[in-house]
Nanobody, 122 residues
Framework: QVQLRESGGGSVQAGSSLRLSCLVS????????MGWFRQAPGKEREFVAT?????EYADSVRGRFTISRDNAKNTLYLQMNNLKPEDTAVYYC??????????????????WGQGTQVTVSS
C-alpha cells in the first residue's frame, strides 16, 4: 500500500521560508513522478511543482520555491522562500508511478497525502 505523509507546514509572516517534506512508503520515488499541489479556501486544487523526468513550476512560485527529492530517504521536499499571503493553502504531495510524464495535471497522480496547512500573514 502506497502512503504519503506531508509535514513542515505552519504559520509564518510574509517573506519567511518553510520546507515541506513528504515521506513516501510503498513505492520508490526514484522511479516516480512526484508533485506538489495546493488548495486555498474556496479555490480548486492547483499545481505547484513537479519532479521526475522533468522539473516544472507554476509561474506563481517559480524562482521562490524549489522541489527536490532524497531517494535514499524516499522523501520529497518543497523549499518555499519569500512566502506571500497568496501562498496560504493546504499543500499536498502526490505520486505517479511513471517517471516521464508531464506531471502538471492532478489526474496523472494516483496517490496523495493528507495535506499540510501553510498560512502566510502580511
Amino acid at each position: 500500500q502506497v502512503q504519503l505523509r506531508e509535514s513542515g507546514g505552519g504559520s509564518v509572516q510574509a517573506g519567511s521560508s518553510l520546507r515541506l517534506s513528504c515521506l513516501v512508503s510503498g513505492r520508490a520515488i526514484s522511479g516516480s513522478t512526484m508533485g506538489w499541489f495546493r488548495q486555498a479556501p474556496g479555490k480548486e486544487r492547483e499545481f505547484v511543482a513537479t519532479t521526475g523526468g522533468f522539473t516544472e513550476y507554476a509561474d506563481s512560485v517559480r524562482g521562490r520555491f524549489t522541489i527536490s527529492r532524497d531517494n535514499a530517504k524516499n522523501t520529497l521536499y518543497l523549499q518555499m522562500n519569500n512566502l506571500k499571503p497568496e501562498d496560504t493553502a493546504v499543500y499536498y504531495c502526490a505520486s505517479c508511478p511513471i517517471r516521464y510524464v508531464n506531471g502538471v495535471a492532478a489526474a496523472e497522480y494516483d496517490y496523495w497525502g493528507q495535506g499540510t496547512q501553510v498560512t502566510v500573514s502580511s
